[in-house]
């Protein structure tokens, strides 16, 4: 079965974002084996230069970092990355698993995104949008689509 590990900056506060992801999560048990993690967000204040915004996201990396596991295909969320659909995600994950690759983390950066080390780290870089969504919601849009795409791969009802 199928590994998947969400890796997120920050903790979820929020009640609605926690019961959202806990659902999709609920949802995932039957498709694969969900690893949610969370690595604690740096505190700043509005105006920080860039060399500020990039040592942050670095600092947020480097903890990051940790918990990949050696051999995970890396998928960093990036909004330059590649924009697909969701049967184009289903069928990244599908060519994935019959190559051999039972294990998938996803990156999700927190307040000012990921840092470059981890952009290069990464095995792709998907995008979802050109629009800027608050990291708490896109982790649920993430989990969305990785149920979505499940759904895809065995022709199950949901999709459309």
Same mark, same amino acid.
Do not use: C, N, Y
């Given at each position: 079965m199928l590994k998947i590990t969400v890796?997120? #900056?920050?903790?979820?506060?929020?009640?609605?974002?926690?019961e959202a992801v806990g659902e999709y999560a609920k949802r995932l048990r039957s498709y694969c084996r969900l690893e949610l993690k969370e690595t604690p967000g740096e505190g700043f204040a509005e105006g920080l230069s860039i060399t500020e915004e990039d040592n942050?996201? #670095?600092?947020?990396?480097? /903890?990051?970092a940790r918990q990949v596991r050696g051999g995970s295909y890396v998928i960093a969320l990036d909004v330059q990355g590649e924009q #697909?659909?969701?049967?184009?995600?289903?069928?990244?994950m599908?060519?994935?698993?019959?190559?051999?690759?039972?294990?998938i983390t996803?990156?999700?950066?927190? +307040?000012?995104? !990921?840092?470059?080390?981890? !952009?290069? /780290?990464?095995?792709?870089?998907?995008?979802?949008?050109?629009? +800027?969504?608050?990291?708490?919601?896109?982790? #649920?849009?993430? !989990?969305?689509?990785i149920y979505r795409a499940f759904r895809i791969l065995r022709n199950e009802p949901y999709h459309k």
């Open positions: 890796l997120a #900056v920050g903790k979820l506060k929020e009640k609605h974002w926690r942050i996201k #670095v600092r947020e990396w480097q /903890r990051m #697909v659909s969701s049967e184009g995600l289903a069928a990244r599908e060519k994935l698993a019959l190559d051999g690759q039972s294990d996803f990156l999700i950066g927190g +307040t000012l995104g !990921l840092p470059g080390e981890a !952009l290069q /780290r990464a095995d792709w870089r998907l995008s979802f949008s050109q629009m +800027t969504f608050p990291h708490q919601l896109m982790r #649920v849009i993430l !989990l969305e689509q």
